[in-house]
């Protein structure tokens, strides 16, 4: 209950392990970080809560909610939901053209905010901001 509350707790709903260990420990230092790596896991598989697996980045977790699909920043790491029928024409082509059945239960599109400028130079690759002001 304690790894649901601090998910719930998060102004984005779209947390890190790591930060739901930050959170629990300000209530309870001894707090154990195996316990919520294990926690998050069996939410998972119970289809409380979605993991959403970042590139080079850690992955983020949130409270499964009205099906939606997420856009990552491949600079600073911002975690968006958007609506679940942005894909629908998408997966019609796929379907029709390809006999391809596309999940949409499990989409993460990387891109780039329009707010992140363009790397100097070189690849662009994921930087290390807080998943928990992530939009849902």
Request: glycine share 10%.
């Amino acid at each position: 209950m304690a790894v649901v509350e601090a998910l719930v707790a998060s102004p984005g709903h779209h947390v890190t392990a790591g930060e739901v260990v930050e959170h629990l420990r300000r209530v309870d230092p001894g707090f154990h970080e195996s316990t919520v790596y294990r926690s998050l896991e069996r939410l998972v598989e119970a289809g409380l809560i979605t993991r959403i697996e970042v590139d080079s980045g850690p992955a983020v977790y949130h409270l499964t909610t009205a099906p939606h699909h997420h856009v990552v920043c491949e600079r600073c790491g911002r975690v968006t939901g958007v609506p679940a029928d942005l894909l629908d024409g998408v997966a019609k082509k796929l379907l029709g053209a390809h006999s391809f059945e596309l999940r949409t239960d499990a989409v993460t599109l990387p891109g780039r905010c329009i707010r992140c400028p363009e790397p100097a130079s070189g690849p662009v690759s994921m930087g290390t901001g807080s998943a928990l002001a992530h939009d849902h």
